[in-house]
C-alpha cells in the first residue's frame, strides 16, 4: 500500500515530536548534572564540575542503597526466570484441564494494582516480623513478578518445537535434561526478555520498599533519591540529576548486554529437518 506524502511528513514530524519529549529532559539531566548552579530549566552550564558525582560517589550512605538496590533487583530478576521457566514448561508442554483456568487467573493477577494489596501486605510483614527486612521485600517482589514471567515465557515456549525434546527423548533424555539442555538453550531470548524486564520493574519501584522498610540504612536507591527534595519546595538539581544519571547506568549496561538477545528472536526453521 502506497502512503502519501502527506501522510509521511505526518508520520515524521509525530516521531520527531516523541523523540524530543525524551531527549529534552534526558539533556536536561546530563547538563544540570555538571553545572555548578542548576536551575529547573535546561541551559549550557557556564562553569562545569564534576562535584556532584563526586558528592554521590564519596556518600557511602548512597552507594549502600545501590548495592542493595542490585541485591534485590538482581536477585529478584534471577530468581523470576528461573521458576517462570520451570512453572512455563509444563503449561506449553502438557495438556491439563487446569490449563485454561489457571493461564485466566495468571492473567487476572497481572491486573492486581500494588495498593490494593499492599495494606494487608503490610499487616502480613508485621505480623510475621519480616517488616525492614531486605530479603523479604526481594521475595515478596518475585511473587509479585512471577505471573507475568510466567505468561511470557510460557508464550515463548511454545515457539520452540516440541520435535527437538523428542529426539532427545529417543537418545535416552530425561525431561528435566530436556528442558536443561534442549529447550533452555532455545530460549536464551525470551529468558532475557524477562530478565530485564523484571530487573527495570523492580529497580524503579519506589512505592514498595518505601512502605515494607522502615530504617534508611536499608532503602534501595529507588527510595534514596526521595532525599535530593527538601522541604518548601526546596531541590538539590545538581545532586539530584548526578544521581539520576549513575542511577541509569546499571540498566543501560544490561539492555546493552541482553538487547542482541532481545532482538535475536527465535530461529529453528532448519532445526526439525531431515
Avoid at 77 to 97: D, E, F, M, N, T
Avoid at 114 to 121: D, H
Amino acid at each position: 500500500m502506497n502512503i502519501s506524502r502527506k501522510e509521511k511528513i505526518i508520520h515524521h514530524v509525530i516521531l520527531v515530536i516523541l523523540a524530543v519529549l525524551f531527549i529534552l529532559p534526558l539533556m536536561w539531566m546530563i547538563l544540570a548534572s555538571v553545572d555548578t548552579s542548576p536551575i529547573q530549566t535546561l541551559r549550557i552550564p557556564e562553569e562545569v564540575t564534576l562535584g556532584n558525582y563526586a558528592s554521590i560517589l564519596q556518600n557511602p550512605q548512597i552507594l549502600r542503597s545501590f548495592g542493595i538496590g542490585i541485591i534485590i533487583s538482581g536477585g529478584q530478576s534471577i530468581i523470576v526466570v528461573v521458576i517462570s521457566v520451570i512453572a512455563a514448561y509444563p503449561l506449553s508442554r502438557y495438556r491439563a484441564s487446569y490449563k485454561k483456568s489457571f493461564l485466566y487467573s495468571i492473567l487476572f493477577l497481572t491486573s492486581l494494582p500494588m495498593t490494593a494489596v499492599i495494606v494487608p501486605v503490610f499487616q502480613m510483614f508485621l505480623m510475621l516480623r519480616f517488616q525492614d527486612n531486605i530479603w523479604a521485600v526481594m521475595f515478596f517482589l518475585i511473587g509479585t513478578s512471577l505471573p507475568y514471567a510466567i505468561w511470557m515465557m510460557k508464550n515463548f515456549m511454545d515457539s520452540v518445537p516440541k520435535e527437538l525434546e523428542e529426539s532427545a527423548w529417543v537418545d535416552g533424555a530425561s525431561v528435566g535434561t530436556g528442558l536443561r539442555k534442549v529447550v533452555a538453550p532455545l530460549m536464551v531470548p525470551g529468558m532475557f526478555t524477562v530478565l530485564i524486564f523484571t530487573y527495570t520493574g523492580s529497580w524503579g519501584n519506589f512505592f514498595v520498599p518505601f512502605i515494607l522498610l522502615s530504617s534508611q540504612s536499608n532503602m534501595p536507591a529507588s527510595v534514596t533519591i526521595f532525599q535530593f527534595f527538601g522541604n518548601y519546595g526546596l531541590i538539590d538539581y545538581g545532586r539530584l540529576a548526578a544521581f539520576s544519571v549513575l542511577y541509569t547506568t546499571p540498566v543501560v549496561i544490561l539492555y546493552y548486554i541482553a538487547q542482541q538477545y532481545m532482538s535475536a528472536g527465535f530461529s529453528f526453521g532448519g532445526a526439525t529437518k531431515g
